[in-house]
Every structure is written in structure tokens, then in C-alpha cells.
């Protein structure tokens, strides 16, 4: 039987938010994703019967980090000023996938939660920004026969 070897393609990865791609990931950089909340809670009774309650919470943490010199990061710099001019959230769409894998985030607004430490020094830096998609949609990788 012989063995399957899989491959990992980063330039397989595509990102967009509000219709712009995003690119220019830092040496170590790319999408990083954190669920505001488990998927439930668990309780226990007197009596002791457990209960498991959903949790309905379909916010998603995505920390980017690009280089300081991309044309990612002045996308991403210009999409925060203009967020920052609104009087109010308005809808800009954001989509993360790998089609390799099927994997995909999207949510129909993405919320500029923080701005990325700045600095200089000899060799262009990675700058990292955290966003918030408040209605996070997710699909999972799909299954490699």
C-alpha cells in the first residue's frame, strides 16, 4: 500500500475584504482565527443532570499580519481610515479561502478592532491587525478522499 504525500500551497490562499485582495504576508504572516466563545456551556444540576446550552455566538477574531512595504498592508490601512470616517458600521465583505482544501471564512461585515504597532528599523517589519467579522460564516476543509 503505497503512502499519500499532501502538499501545503500558501499562494492557494486568497483574501478579500470589501472586494480588494489582500496579499503580501509577512515571512510569518497570513490569517490567524479565534472564536469569541465555545460552541456551548455545560452545567451541572443538584440532582446531577447535565445540560448542555448552544451558544449562538458567531464572532471570529482574524489577526493579519503583512509586511510594512505592501501593497496589502496600504489596502488595509486605507479600508480602516475610511471604516473610521463613517458615522456607522456599514456593510464591507470579507472572504478568506483555500480552495485546495474548501476551507472559507466569510462574513458580510469585517469591523477594524486594532491598529498595528508601528516601528522602523533596518528590515521591513510585519504589521498585524485584528479585525472582528461580528456574523462569521465558516466552512470546514473538506474531506480528501
Known amino acids: ?15 478579500t475584504i470589501n472586494g480588494l485582495l489582500i496579499g503580501g504576508f509577512g515571512e510569518e504572516g497570513g490569517c490567524e482565527y479565534e ?4 460552541i456551548g456551556e455545560d452545567t451541572v ?15 471570529v477574531y482574524v489577526d493579519i ?6 501593497q496589502g498592508y496600504a489596502r488595509l490601512m486605507a479600508l480602516m481610515q475610511q ?3 463613517e458615522p456607522e458600521i456599514l456593510p464591507m465583505p470579507f472572504e478568506a479561502s483555500n480552495p485546495r482544501t474548501g476551507e472559507r471564512f466569510f462574513s458580510e461585515y469585517t469591523v477594524f478592532k486594532s491598529r498595528p504597532e508601528a516601528n522602523e528599523q533596518k528590515a521591513s517589519q510585519d504589521r498585524t491587525i485584528r479585525i ?12 480528501a478522499l
Open 1 to 15: 500500500m503505497s503512502k499519500r504525500l499532501r502538499t501545503h500551497d500558501f499562494k492557494q490562499f486568497v483574501l
Open 35 to 38: 472564536w469569541a466563545a465555545d
Open 45 to 59: 444540576g443538584a440532582d446531577g443532570e447535565v445540560t448542555f446550552s448552544r451558544n449562538n455566538d458567531e464572532r
Open 65 to 70: 499580519t503583512v509586511m510594512q512595504t505592501s
Open 83 to 85: 471604516q473610521q470616517r
Open 132 to 143: 472582528l467579522l461580528p456574523y462569521a460564516k465558516y466552512t470546514a476543509p473538506t474531506l
